[in-house]
């Protein structure tokens, strides 16, 4: 069993920043990818950034330069620092987990960028 747990949403002004952070536990397959999905309501679920575990490295057009993803030394964890938040950022972000054959998904953490 896998569980992802995240932190570090919450509400910021347009300019701000935020880091989100995503601990995963269990059986976790050695070679796997971690990212950064967001859902913001009325739209679909879109991948913001997400990373393998040899460190290969993918982001969404509307976020590179601004957004960056890493792991931890430990390689369970993941991280999103995200600057120069825009209001179209304001979604909840998911926090995956994935290899062949499976998926897991974290509970969502609320990011908020009033204007």
């Known amino acids: 069993q896998v569980q992802l747990v995240e932190s570090g949403g919450g509400l910021v002004q347009a300019g701000g920043s935020l880091r989100l952070s995503c601990a995963a536990s269990?059986?976790?397959?050695?070679?796997?990818?971690m990212g950064w999905y967001r859902q913001a309501p009325g739209k679909q679920r879109e991948l913001v950034a997400s990373?393998?575990?040899?460190?290969?490295?993918n982001y969404a057009d509307s976020v590179k330069g601004r957004f960056t993803i890493s792991r931890g030394n430990d390689k369970t964890t993941v991280y999103l620092q995200m600057n120069s938040l825009k209001p179209e950022d304001t979604a909840v972000y998911y926090c995956?987990?994935?290899?062949?054959?499976?998926?897991?998904w974290g509970q969502g953490t609320q990011v908020t960028v009033s204007t």
């Open positions: 995956n987990l994935g290899y062949p054959g499976s998926q897991h």
């Open positions: 269990g059986r976790i397959f050695r070679f796997n990818v």
């Open positions: 990373i393998t575990s040899g460190e290969n490295i």
